[in-house]
């Protein structure tokens, strides 16, 4: 093997964080996320469950929505989620989810690999579509979450490829 395909070669996959709305997916009603959410993130989950990887996700963590922690409670196991995670991944959501925003801010100031799955002809922030230049983060855009899975991997692995390069933020 020459140094080259070494110096190319993603680093190791061990854990991930898999973020998107959650508040506004819990039906008011049942207290829980649709079964068709829910599919979205087990399906996401199991995909780098699948790749040997131990995959951080609140949605998951607290029962779509039957056994939500407190704030304070979630707050600093997301926040130590993400900073242990080697990769962060997330829909920031339509209509955007506030938590999954800040957290995008905290694994960028982290520097962590980010892939953000944005849905098409839809608003964004322009903090998170302007993240390009100054994050190590891939973009996939979809108008439906099974598109998603042409793009994941090649995703995942140009921003594992590029993990400990400079980048603006953090
Ligand atoms: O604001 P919203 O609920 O959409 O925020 C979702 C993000 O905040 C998720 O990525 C999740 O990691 C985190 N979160 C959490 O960990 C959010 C809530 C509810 O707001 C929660 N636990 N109970």
Redesign the pocket.
Known sequence: MTSDSTATRPTALREV?????????VDPKTGLMSDSDRLKFHRLIEHFEQRGATVY???R??AWGAE??T?TE??K??YLEISRSDLFI?FP?VPA????H??IGWASALRKPMVLMLEKEQKHTFLVTGLENQANVEFIWFADPAEIYAHLDTAVDRVLARSGERTTIG
């Open positions: 964080f898999v973020g998107g709305p959650f508040l506004q997916l996700n609140a949605h963590r607290e939500f922690l704030a979630a707050t196991r997301d997330a959501g989810s506030a938590g999954t800040v957290e």
